[in-house]
């Protein structure tokens, strides 16, 4: 089994700064992308942020410059750190990613349960 949870979410100030983190555990074999969705009130899902097994990156108009996604391949853990934020950051934060387990040649789609992320004006 391949489970993915993230952490980190909370209440900030607009202006201020979170790092959410998203550990992937389980039988893994390779992770080959991973992506930070948010989905905010009435809003639809929309990919925030990406990072591909060669760590190509990318990232929504709206959080360039602010967005930041890394990974530790060691602990399979990827980070998404979130400054400047704004109160229109106010969402859900799911984490995505493509993993091949180990008992599979199959690529899978995985999902986070989510973290809650609060920006205050």
């Known amino acids: 089994q391949v489970q993915l949870v993230e952490s980190g979410g909370g209440l900030v100030q607009a202006g201020g700064s979170l790092r959410l983190a998203c550990a992937a555990s389980?039988?893994?074999?390779?992770?080959?992308?991973v992506g930070w969705y948010r989905q905010g009130p009435e809003k639809q899902r929309e990919l925030v942020a990406a990072?591909?097994?060669?760590?190509?990156?990318d990232y929504a108009d709206c959080v360039k410059g602010r967005f930041t996604i890394s990974r530790d391949n060691a602990k399979n853990t990827v980070f998404l750190q979130m400054n400047s934020m704004k109160p229109e950051d106010t969402a859900v934060y799911y984490c995505n990613a493509l993993i091949v387990p180990t008992y599979s040649l199959t690529e899978y789609d995985y999902w986070g349960q989510g973290t809650q992320v609060t920006v205050s004006s």
């Open positions: 990072i591909i097994s060669g760590g190509r990156t």
């Open positions: 389980g039988s893994i074999f390779s992770i080959n992308a």
